[in-house]
């Protein structure tokens, strides 16, 4: 049994070196924490021309992400015995329908692309091997040499009755027994229970995005601020043209109000436009005012903003989907996106290990409750990976290159899916729309002859 400062000690240690940072990523995220939002108005005349606007370049990035790398994530069965190959693929199946495995993987590859890890745990219901999606930030483990086998996990959630009442619990998983501890009135966490959770490892698995647990987006939300600000920043000075830039030197005087009091120069500013300078002992004024003239430079404006886009970009591994409708090179596009595939390739290792390990936990089950011959080597993921196609770029290359090679092979080179299929087609095509000219050809020389004759 563990005691509760040791359970508080170490969530606050993990949230002070990760898990802070994890959550609020993930709050960047889902837009439920925008800093550009926060900006307050330094003044109220301010207020009468700011703005706060926001570019989600963050949820774009981890968007384009998870649709290039987890559109088509898929599990194949390869047995030789082909009945136990039909029994496995039936089997398992079943268990990613059951779990609606394609929106959890996708799910995973967006909390891992945004806060980089996130977690999936293992549990049985009624004998089926179910799965559960944990936050970021809510799973601590304790290991030796990887996390994918870690020697106890603990996972902090918290969950809310029909009355709004929160209440934090921990679930500790070692690798047979699951402890319950539940935050008591005295905020201590207190121990409620155990029992098995049928597997002989850990069941809960982490999915982690790279080698430093870290968001595609993490080195680029300054810069993403920094760009909400200047785009507010613009927005305000054009909502400011419409008033009137006044320079104002001196002592001036707004009057007194029906108090006696002083107007203040805020308020006296909305009400009037009349300028009431004081006098010195020499009858001169003590100050005036003149009108300004202010203009934006557009240039300096948009090479800063498209040089901060540039590095968003850049520093998150990721493409600007703007630039592919201005490029005319060939095969353009598949280098812009190396980018991105680099970094889904480093994903796609780490989510590949971490659905090995759940394969090898769901075929225990089936060996030990329903002694049904499964292993993990038996199942296959497979990740296909779609690349933006730029097809005029393309269509001007297959030009060039069925004029040397065949058909089957240009449109292999291009990456073209069921090459042989296509090529098999418009050869196909080609002889019928030959055959059919030289039956034309040979009915027009008969015509010929017969005419001759």
Known sequence: MLTSDFL???RVYYDRTMGDRQSQLYNYYTGSTIPIDSRKPVSDA???????????????????????MGKSITSTVNVEDPDLNKAIHDKYKAFEMLNNMSILNTESISWTSTSGISHRLLFTENGAVKIKNILPWQVIYKYDHTPLDPTVAYYYYTTVDLEGVKVSHIDVYDKHIVSYYVK??????QYLGEQLHNFIEVPIIPIINNDLWASDCEKSVRLMD????????????VKALRLAYIKIWGSLSTGMDSSGNEIDINDWMKQTSAMIFGV????????????????INDVVLENTLDRYRTHIFETSGSVDLKEFANTE???????QMMRPENTAAIAEQYLRASLFKQNRLWAYIQRE???FNVTEMDIEWNFKRTFPRDLAS??????????????????????????????????????KIEEEANEEIEEEIEEEIDLTI
């Not at 090679?405 to 292999?412: E, H, K």
Request: glycine content about 4%.
């Open 8 to 10: 508080t000690n170490i």
């Open 329 to 335: 090179r060939v095969f353009s596009i598949k280098a």
């Open 280 to 295: 010195d002992d020499e009858g001169n004024k003590t100050g005036d005012a003149e009108f300004l003239e202010k203009n």
């Open 394 to 431: 393309e269509s001007t290359t297959l030009t060039k290159l069925v004029k040397v090679i065949t058909l089957n092979d240009a449109l292999t080179q291009l990456g073209w899916e069921n090459a042989e299929g296509i090529a098999s087609r418009v050869i196909k095509e080609a002889e």
């Open 184 to 189: 008591n009135s005295d905020n201590m966490y």
């Open 226 to 237: 920094v760009y909400d600000e200047v785009i507010s920043d613009e927005a305000a000075e």
């Open 46 to 68: 301010k207020a009468a021309t700011h703005t706060n606007v926001h570019v989600d370049f963050f949820k774009n990035i981890i968007d384009f992400k998870v649709g290039y």
């Open 369 to 371: 409750i329903y002694n």
